[in-house]
Each structure stands twice: as C-alpha cells, then as structure tokens.
C-alpha cells in the first residue's frame, strides 16, 4: 500500500465546472505539497501545507491533519487546467511520498 | 529572475556510460533535492543536499549513483555504469530553507535520461 494515495486516478470535465481531486496519506508529516506537472513534464509546485486552507487564484487546497486528507479545488475549470496532479508529503522524518498522479483533462 | 535551471534537458547514453545531470538552484537556494521519474511511475525522492552536505539520501540506489552540491557551482547527479533502468526524468528543485520547515519547492524543467 502508497503511503500516498490520490483520487481519481483520472478525471474529465467540462470547462466550467468545479473539480476536486483527494488525497489521503498514511505518514505522520510535516508538510503537503499539489504540484501540477503539464504534458511536456514540466512541474509547478502549487501550494505547500501543514495545516488549514490556501487559496490561489481558482486554485483552493485544503488540508485535514486529524484524517490525513488533503483535497486540491479548481473552481471554472479550463481546458488549460489540463495537466496531472500529484500529491507529495514530507513526513516528520523529512522523508518524501508521491502519490501516482491525478490526469485532469478539461475539455472545452 | 531565473527559476531552477537543469541541463542538459535531454541526454542520450550508451550502457555502460557515465551520466552527468547539472542542476543550478534559484538565487540564494541554498537547499537542492532530486527526485526520478520513471516512465508511466510517479516521482520518487532521491537525495536532499545543502551546501557541501547530503542531509538525505535515503532514496538514492546504493550503487552507481552520487550526489553533491560544492560551494560554488551547481550540484550534480551523477550515474556511473548506467543501464538501460536509469531512464527515466530527473527532476531537481531548490527551496531558501531547510526540508524541516515550511518552504516551497522550485522545480526544474528536468533532464530526461535515455539509455540504449
């Protein structure tokens, strides 16, 4: 079993509409990273948590320390939304689980 | 205002050969992690380095594979002996503060590995 795992594996939507992909982990952790890595492989960290919620632009990511679930929001989503998403965390060890990736595709 | 910076982004290496993956952090990121893609895998965690230290390598095979970052210049992963299982891409990011605390991550564009 990932010590990361993420859900759904993947996801289509029209554009417009409001996406949420999970994240569950099974390490005490430090930290929580969403990146966001586009079809050329290119990877963009989006938001960094320990606790709470932050919000970037459409983007909104939350986190639940008591049951270990993080969840990644985007609100009007877009078709250049379209990119996997993957979950990191650093646990208290300061060692790094990736989950496999969530494969967003928007259409328009 | 340059981001993180890896060359090559593409290397093509026989068996056997050595490979050579340069990374140059963000200025004034004193702290530099690796991490692999393999094809159709998620990302794994290689080695987290600070200036002239490897704080973490938990995640670097214990043979053929290296890591520094020198006071001056950029770190370096480097892979001896390389077999056709090294191809993959490698990511490298750089944060200003130490893993323990609550500092984002930069990432590279990546050096994508191919080994014939």
């Known amino acids: 079993k990932n010590e990361v795992e993420q859900s759904p594996q993947n996801l289509t939507a029209q554009e417009g509409e409001f996406i949420t992909i999970n994240c569950s982990y099974s390490?005490?952790?430090?930290?929580l990273h969403w990146l966001q890595q586009h079809p050329g492989g290119g990877i963009v960290s989006l938001f960094m948590?320990?606790?709470g919620k932050k919000k970037h632009g459409r983007l909104i990511a939350t986190i639940n320390i008591q049951e270990k679930h993080s969840s990644l929001h985007i609100t009007a989503s877009h078709p250049r939304d379209s990119a996997v998403y993957i979950c990191?965390?650093?646990?208290?060890?300061?060692?790094?689980?990736f989950g496999t990736g969530t494969s967003l595709t928007v259409i328009p | 205002n340059a981001g993180v910076m890896q060359n090559p982004r593409h290397l093509v290496r026989r068996r056997g050969q050595e490979a050579r993956l340069r990374c140059s952090p963000m200025?004034?990121?004193?702290?530099v992690y690796w991490y692999r893609q393999l094809p159709e895998e998620g990302l794994k965690f290689m080695v987290y380095l600070q200036k002239e230290n490897i704080i973490d390598e938990s995640g670097m095979p214990k043979e053929r594979f290296s890591a520094e970052f020198p006071k001056e210049g950029p770190s370096i992963l480097r892979i001896q002996q390389v077999v056709r299982g090294d191809s993959a891409a490698y990511f490298c990011?750089?944060?200003?503060?130490?893993?323990?605390?609550?500092?984002?991550?930069?990432f590279g564009p990546g050096t994508r590995l191919t080994v014939l």
């Open positions: 990191a965390v650093r646990n208290t060890g300061n060692q790094f689980y």
């Open positions: 990011a750089s944060s200003s503060l130490s893993s323990g605390s609550t500092d984002t991550q930069y």
């Open positions: 948590l320990s606790s």
């Open positions: 390490v005490g952790i430090s930290a």
């Open positions: 200025k004034g990121h004193s702290h």
